[in-house]
């Protein structure tokens, strides 16, 4: 509300703001006021003011029910009625918030907001209340505890906030702009103009934004671009507040008169159909506020500063009889609201007093309020009897007096073993007499023992399986519930919620606000996810990879380099690797180490995930070893080879990966053999001993690499299988690193959680007695060892739980074929020099680079997640920053993390699985440069796989060579699908529909058509894609795809593998041309391809307003071209061309973008008439298909 020309005797109430927090009665404090308040020490007023028993409400007349003192002497500034539960909240000027419950008035909660300014706004959201203050925008429970507190600039002056929707909040003021808030993320979103400033009042309908300026003015707003559409000049003065109901806006005011501001008795009426005035409406009263109250009649309730109400029709006259005084403690009424039910008016006044006024004697300020909580109430002497005899009556009704001695209930371990009853053994005349069909075994019941006994799993027996295998969540056979380690929120499986519009409304940046990109998991076999990303951030392996292309229909060194090209473009958008893991279920080694999971597997969480993910690992190097060593490249990918990387003839996957060794085996007739042999990565092999001493990383890492065991082997001098004994020794190390952990059961777990608590109290031993090595120390002490007094700054105690594994490691070869293991620390390189020095002398230092470990979380099946120290060069092309951060990756949730973070194992649900380590200065020892292999040959004319394929068929021209596409070229592109997994829903009980897993989409045929030069509008690529997975649906009636269009047996169709095609996109995608069509988003996620925004010209989107419905390209295609289209089926050639007259019509339309206003007013006819035509395109009468009529000429000469 605006204040200005109020009553001057207002400002005399600016020495008393804070009167509530000083025990001395403001001056101004009305005496009668006292007469039956009582007041606490601090001189506020707790009780409410009694209301006469004489009082009658009288049914459907407004009469006051109770006043209540909110603060005594402190003018009330906002009121505001609970929209959700029976509560009424006030504000003070001095910065106080109160709450009362229900018509009795009982006070609720009452806390202080701000400290100087006055609240100016209230608004009640579902879990907490907005308090609007000068500058500050604070959202607090109803009890009182603070969610958010979000500060404004200091020269903002805001008086008014408008609840757009659950999550979205305007809030403007005496500047000259309105801000957007989102709830959710507390962060300012837009910020509107204002060219007329000081907006004191928002109100909103659902056809516009209504403003109201402190000039007079009423603005009308657009709602989705909060562009003025109309505007209203109320009064001369200023205004005072305003309403709106259905067609009808009603305005107070203030109008300049030669003496300064007088309040106009006059309200200003305009019907906002018309949008003209109608007949100003004559009140009685001054007015200062007004409000529709519509029950069975628009009723305007028009209150004046001293307290008079007037009720009247806003089409009729004023009649001074509806007039009732609302007897205000203070001279002023400084607020009012109406309640959601109507059944409520509430007054606040100038000397801190609340009036209710009610139209019934028990009313509800809601039509459907939940209940309200409240504090319990303490409970002394009331205990009630306890009857032994009923089993179920809790023993919590008597309560326990709080004690740190231990109680009689608290058993040591060793009492409280648990003790099974052990199943009797089968009976044996049970087991002669019985007769087996297949696998079951059928005999009578000699009726000596009791039915359907079942045995225990006990124990003892427990350790003697693979507690992994059988029980994925819990796979170290840990006593605890699983549900009793909670599992940190950002360590949890993350799940993609999918709504009717599929991906484009989830919120992937609420879970990654960096510029990496992640990968998402509903794909089948995407548990491999993490070491994708552990592959990418080593750049000479992404380097490696994106330089290779090859000619294998199924490669899958060329799918991940398209898969790395694709997390190089995302600026934080997620990825998928669908096309990298069709490529992986078709290598058939993948299937024969159980690799490939079922779908009810991996749903379920039945796979073992920690022992998958370790033999991936092995998989994909040695496969990536194996495709790197091919060297015959095709003539059509010429360029692969001229790598630097591909210069010898081993692979440099084998130069980066592969460890030389020499296997000696040492019969006990005193022979021994050596075979020379290499190794891509190390399993680690733990010692025997259960001993608690101290045992280094670096030692069992030795012991793994210099393996040496005792096992039967073929003698060539005994001529025959011997015990012998084998070794290990390294000729040459790897330059990565990569270690299998192989925690598969208790044992192994037992060996970490045992090592990471000796290491803890070393650790604490280590840097207590580096503080004073004569002075007791404590762990309540060591907060102070990290503090600047101590000047001496230690790792946090958090810090140094549960690690075991160093951040860098020392090896050095020896001159006998021994190697040297320690651990490496920034002290020691201090003491022994810089590592690269050392290098000659054959040392290494190895440093920490990638985790992968095991998330065991019994809700959700468990999942795999990796640290990566991501590097200085992938910051410098993502944030133009140069410097190496920790990062956790969780399929598509990526997030910063400390270092010791990635090197802290709690066995009880996080598990290491895959240790990389790299050398130092790694990347200097390797060309990094990126030269794309992908070239302009791969547009030219192929053979097609089909056998039956005739020239005839022939649907498509190759690009000539003066065809070349140049940047910015025009290309129509669309695509169309078949089915390869149905989706998967479930209905809840309200009746909705909710998408668990969307359905597996194939491209099956994609097309290209030129769109420039004489040949415009012919196609250049139409290729139909081979398959070989089974196709659940066609889709025909929408894809125009047959059985047996993509079988190379039967097909008469061009028909190419998916690859083939996809290298032609990816170089038209390289070249810089801009892809015309209509739903391309869609396209380019099943083709898996990430093309830059300004590359991609969607139809669907042009013609789009925002907040309205997509508008499908037939319509579009009888609208703007008086086309009729995809009348039986769709024609991917027909779309494409369309998709380009469209994208013509849409620059003749707007004038190429330069006139939008223009374009607006032609989208809103398009959409006035697809409502009256519910969307749908007449059927035609007689007319030809337009495939057939002669749109382009020139393509029926093919």
């Known amino acids: 509300m605006n204040f200005e020309g109020l009553d001057p005797g207002l400002a005399e109430y600016a020495p008393a703001m804070h009167s509530a927090l000083d025990p001395v009665l403001d001056a101004h404090l009305n005496p009668s006021l006292l007469q039956n308040v009582e007041l606490d020490p601090e001189g506020v007023a707790l009780e409410a003011l009694p209301v006469q028993e004489s009082v009658h409400i009288m049914e459907g007349v407004y009469s006051e029910l109770h006043s209540v003192v909110a603060e005594v002497g402190v003018p009330v500034s906002v009121s505001h009625f609970d929209l959700h539960e029976e509560m009424l909240w006030v504000g003070s000027h001095g910065g106080h918030a109160t709450s009362f419950f229900g018509p009795t008035l009982e006070r609720y909660s009452s806390f202080q907001v701000n400290g100087s300014d006055d609240i100016r706004q209230i608004q009640s959201l579902e879990n907490g209340i907005l308090f609007l203050t000068k500058n500050n925008l604070k959202y607090m429970a109803r009890g009182g505890l603070i969610i958010f507190d979000y500060l404004l600039d200091e020269s903002e002056d805001m008086h008014s906030l408008l609840l757009t929707d659950s999550s979205t909040l305007l809030v403007g003021g005496l500047q000259n702009h309105i801000l957007e808030i989102d709830l959710n993320t507390v962060q300012e979103t837009q910020k509107y103009a204002v060219e007329t400033?000081?907006?004191?009042?928002?109100?909103?309908?659902?056809?516009?934004?209504?403003?109201?300026?402190?000039?007079?003015?009423?603005?009308?707003?657009?709602?989705?671009?909060?562009?003025?559409?109309?505007?209203?000049?109320?009064?001369?003065?200023?205004?005072?507040?305003?309403?709106?109901?259905?067609?009808?806006?009603?305005?107070?005011?203030?109008?300049?008169?030669?003496?300064?501001?007088?309040?106009?008795?006059f309200l200003?009426?305009?019907?906002?159909?018309?949008?003209?005035?109608?007949?100003?409406?004559?009140?009685?009263?001054?007015?200062?506020f007004l409000r529709f109250i519509p029950t069975y009649t628009s009723r305007l309730a028009i209150i004046s500063?001293?307290?008079?109400?007037?009720?009247?029709?806003?089409?009729?006259?004023?009649?001074?009889?509806?007039?009732?005084?609302?007897?205000?403690?203070?001279?002023?009424?400084?607020?009012?609201?109406?309640?959601?039910?109507?059944?409520?008016?509430?007054?606040?006044?100038?000397?801190?007093?609340?009036?209710?006024?009610?139209?019934?004697?028990?009313?509800?300020?809601?039509?459907?309020?939940?209940?309200?909580?409240?504090?319990?109430?303490?409970?002394?002497?009331?205990?009630?009897?306890?009857?032994?005899?009923?089993?179920?009556?809790?023993?919590?009704?008597?309560?326990?007096?709080?004690?740190?001695?231990?109680?009689?209930?608290?058993?040591?371990?060793?009492?409280?073993?648990?003790?099974?009853?052990?199943?009797?053994?089968?009976?044996?005349?049970?087991?002669?007499?019985?007769?087996?069909?297949?696998?079951?075994?059928?005999?009578?019941?000699?009726?000596?023992?009791?039915?359907?006994?079942?045995?225990?799993?006990?124990?003892?027996?427990?350790?003697?399986?693979?507690?992994?295998?059988?029980?994925?969540?819990?796979?170290?056979?840990?006593?605890?519930?699983?549900?009793?380690?909670?599992?940190s929120k950002k360590y949890r499986k993350v799940t993609i919620k999918y709504s009717k519009l599929g991906l484009e409304d989830f919120d992937f940046k609420h879970y990654n606000k960096t510029l990496f990109a992640g990968?998402?998991?509903?794909?089948?076999?995407?548990?491999?996810?993490?070491?994708?990303?552990?592959l990418y951030f080593l750049e000479p392996v992404r380097c490696l990879?994106?330089?290779?292309?090859?000619?294998?229909?199924?490669?899958?060194?060329?799918?991940?380099?398209?898969?790395?090209?694709?997390?190089?473009?995302?600026?934080?958008?997620?990825?998928?690797?669908?096309?990298?893991?069709?490529?992986?279920?078709?290598?058939?080694?993948?299937?024969?180490?159980?690799?490939?999971?079922?779908?009810?597997?991996?749903?379920?969480?039945?796979?073992?995930?920690?022992?998958?993910?370790?033999?991936w690992n092995r998989f994909i190097l040695t496969q990536l070893h194996q495709d790197m060593q091919e060297l015959e490249v095709p003539q059509a990918y010429r360029g692969a080879g001229n790598s630097?990387?591909?210069?010898?003839?081993?692979?440099?996957?084998?130069?980066?990966?592969?460890?030389?060794?020499?296997?000696?085996?040492?019969?006990?007739?005193?022979?021994?053999?050596?075979?020379?042999?290499?190794?891509?990565?190390?399993?680690?092999?733990?010692?025997?001993?259960?001993?608690?001493?101290?045992?280094?990383?670096?030692?069992?890492?030795?012991?793994?690499?210099?393996?040496?065991?005792?096992?039967?082997?073929?003698?060539?001098?005994?001529?025959?299988?011997?015990?012998?004994?084998?070794?290990?020794?390294?000729?040459?190390?790897?330059?990565?690193?990569?270690?299998?952990?192989?925690?598969?059961?208790?044992?192994?777990?037992?060996?970490?959680?045992?090592?990471?608590?000796?290491?803890?109290?070393?650790?604490?031993?280590?840097?207590?007695?580096?503080?004073?090595?004569n002075k007791e120390f404590a762990l309540a002490d060591w907060k102070e060892l990290g503090s600047p007094e101590g000047m001496l700054m230690c790792p946090s105690i958090e810090e140094?739980?549960?690690?075991?594994?160093?951040?860098?490691?020392?090896?050095?070869?020896?001159?006998?074929?021994?190697?040297?293991?320690?651990?490496?620390?920034?002290?020691?390189?201090?003491?022994?020099?810089?590592?690269?020095?050392?290098?000659?002398?054959?040392?290494?230092?190895?440093?920490?680079?990638?985790?992968?470990?095991?998330?065991?979380?019994?809700?959700?099946?468990?999942?795999?997640?990796?640290?990566?120290?991501?590097?200085?060069?992938?910051?410098?092309?993502?944030?133009?920053?140069?410097?190496?951060?920790?990062?956790?990756?969780?399929?598509?949730?990526i997030e910063p993390i400390d270092k010791h973070e990635a090197v802290q194992f709690d066995m009880n649900w996080k598990v290491?699985?895959?240790?990389?380590?790299?050398?130092?200065?790694?990347?200097?020892?390797?060309?990094?440069?990126?030269?794309?292999?992908?070239?302009?040959?791969?547009?030219?004319?192929?053979?097609?796989?089909?056998?039956?394929?005739?020239?005839?068929?022939?649907?498509?021209?190759?690009?000539?060579?003066?065809?070349?596409?140049?940047?910015?070229?025009?290309?129509?592109?669309?695509?169309?699908?078949?089915?390869?997994?149905?989706?998967?829903?479930?209905?809840?009980?309200?009746?909705?529909?909710?998408?668990?897993?969307?359905?597996?989409?194939?491209?099956?045929?994609?097309?290209?058509?030129?769109?420039?030069?004489?040949?415009?509008?012919?196609?250049?690529?139409?290729?139909?894609i081979s398959t070989q997975e089974q196709v659940v649906d066609y889709l025909t009636q929408y894809s125009g795809i047959k059985p047996g269009d993509l079988d190379a047996k039967i097909s008469s169709k061009h028909l190419t593998t998916l690859k083939s095609t996809y290298l032609k996109l990816r170089f038209l995608i390289d070249i810089g041309v801009k892809f015309v069509g209509h739903g391309l988003q869609k396209d380019f996620r099943v083709i898996n391809l990430m093309v830059p925004k300004d590359q991609v010209l969607d139809t669907v989107y042009l013609f789009h307003m925002p907040r309205k419905r997509m508008i499908s390209l037939r319509f579009l295609a009888w609208y703007f071209l008086d086309l009729k289209i995809q009348g039986e089926t769709h024609d991917s050639i027909e779309d494409a061309r369309t998709a380009l007259q469209l994208y013509r019509k849409y620059l003749e339309l707007s004038k190429n973008g330069t006139e939008p206003e223009s374009f607006h007013k032609v989208l809103k006819g398009l959409y006035e008439k697809g409502r009256k035509m519910d969307w749908k395109v007449p059927e035609p009468e007689g007319q030809t298909s337009p495939k057939n009529a002669a749109v382009f000429p020139s393509v029926l000469a093919l």
């Open 519 to 534: 990968l998402e998991p509903h794909i089948p076999n995407a548990y491999c996810n993490c070491m994708i990303q552990v």
């Open 268 to 288: 200003k009426v305009y019907d906002l159909r018309m949008m003209r005035a109608i007949t100003p409406l004559q009140v009685h009263v001054d007015p200062a």
């Open 305 to 487: 500063q001293s307290g008079q109400c007037q009720f009247c029709e806003p089409t009729g006259l004023a009649n001074p009889a509806d007039i009732f005084h609302v007897n205000p403690v203070g001279p002023l009424l400084m607020t009012f609201d109406v309640s959601a039910s109507k059944q409520a008016l509430a007054f606040g006044d100038s000397e801190g007093c609340v009036h209710l006024w009610t139209d019934s004697p028990e009313p509800s300020f809601n039509p459907y309020s939940r209940e309200t909580e409240f504090a319990l109430p303490c409970l002394v002497d009331s205990l009630p009897p306890l009857d032994w005899s009923q089993d179920l009556l809790p023993l919590s009704l008597i309560p326990v007096p709080l004690t740190t001695d231990t109680l009689l209930s608290d058993w040591p371990a060793a009492n409280s073993a648990p003790a099974p009853r052990r199943a009797p053994p089968v009976d044996a005349e049970i087991l002669r007499t019985m007769k087996k069909v297949g696998f079951i075994g059928y005999a009578p019941n000699p009726r000596t023992r009791l039915r359907n006994q079942i045995p225990y799993r006990l124990k003892e027996s427990d350790s003697e399986f693979d507690s992994f295998s059988q029980v994925t969540e819990s796979p170290i056979g840990r006593e605890e519930e699983p549900h009793l380690h909670m599992v």
């Open 197 to 265: 400033p000081g907006v004191t009042i928002m109100r909103q309908t659902n056809r516009f934004f209504f403003c109201g300026h402190t000039s007079g003015k009423i603005s009308l707003r657009d709602l989705r671009t909060f562009k003025v559409e109309h505007e209203f000049d109320a009064f001369s003065g200023s205004l005072s507040d305003f309403d709106v109901h259905g067609n009808l806006l009603a305005t107070c005011g203030f109008s300049s008169r030669l003496t300064g501001l007088a309040c106009d008795r």
């Open 644 to 773: 630097s990387f591909c210069s010898s003839g081993d692979s440099v996957i084998g130069q980066l990966f592969s460890c030389e060794m020499e296997n000696c085996s040492l019969c006990r007739c005193g022979s021994e053999t050596v075979r020379a042999s290499s190794t891509l990565l190390f399993t680690l092999s733990y010692p025997e001993d259960k001993t608690g001493k101290n045992c280094d990383f670096a030692q069992v890492l030795k012991r793994s690499i210099c393996l040496e065991q005792n096992t039967q082997a073929w003698c060539d001098n005994c001529e025959k299988y011997q015990p012998t004994i084998q070794t290990r020794n390294i000729r040459h190390l790897p330059d990565i690193l990569v270690i299998n952990c192989e925690v598969n059961s208790l044992k192994e777990a037992d060996f970490w959680r045992m090592q990471a608590e000796v290491a803890f109290k070393m650790a604490i031993k280590k840097h207590s007695g580096e503080i004073s090595k």
């Open 800 to 893: 140094l739980k549960n690690v075991w594994l160093p951040f860098s490691i020392r090896m050095k070869m020896t001159k006998n074929k021994g190697l040297d293991v320690c651990n490496w620390t920034d002290g020691d390189e201090m003491q022994w020099g810089p590592a690269r020095a050392e290098e000659e002398h054959g040392v290494y230092v190895y440093d920490l680079m990638a985790t992968v470990v095991h998330i065991l979380d019994s809700r959700t099946g468990g999942s795999l997640v990796a640290h990566i120290k991501v590097g200085e060069t992938y910051h410098q092309r993502k944030e133009g920053v140069t410097h190496q951060q920790w990062y956790l990756f969780n399929d598509f949730l």
């Open 545 to 615: 990879i994106q330089n290779h292309l090859c000619q294998k229909e199924f490669c899958l060194a060329c799918e991940l380099g398209f898969l790395f090209h694709m997390l190089d473009l995302s600026r934080g958008d997620p990825c998928q690797g669908s096309n990298f893991l069709r490529a992986f279920r078709t290598i058939p080694e993948a299937s024969a180490l159980g690799l490939i999971l079922a779908d009810s597997d991996e749903a379920s969480g039945k796979g073992n995930l920690a022992r998958l993910i370790q033999r």
């Open 912 to 1024: 290491p699985a895959i240790l990389y380590y790299t050398k130092r200065n790694l990347n200097s020892k390797y060309n990094l440069n990126i030269k794309n292999p992908i070239e302009a040959s791969v547009l030219m004319a192929e053979a097609s796989l089909a056998r039956k394929q005739r020239k005839t068929h022939t649907t498509f021209i190759p690009l000539m060579l003066n065809e070349m596409p140049q940047v910015g070229d025009l290309v129509g592109l669309d695509a169309e699908f078949v089915t390869l997994n149905e989706e998967e829903a479930e209905l809840r009980s309200d009746g909705t529909k909710s998408t668990i897993k969307p359905s597996q989409m194939s491209v099956a045929r994609i097309t290209c058509v030129r769109g420039q030069g004489p040949n415009e509008g012919i196609p250049f690529i139409d290729d139909y």
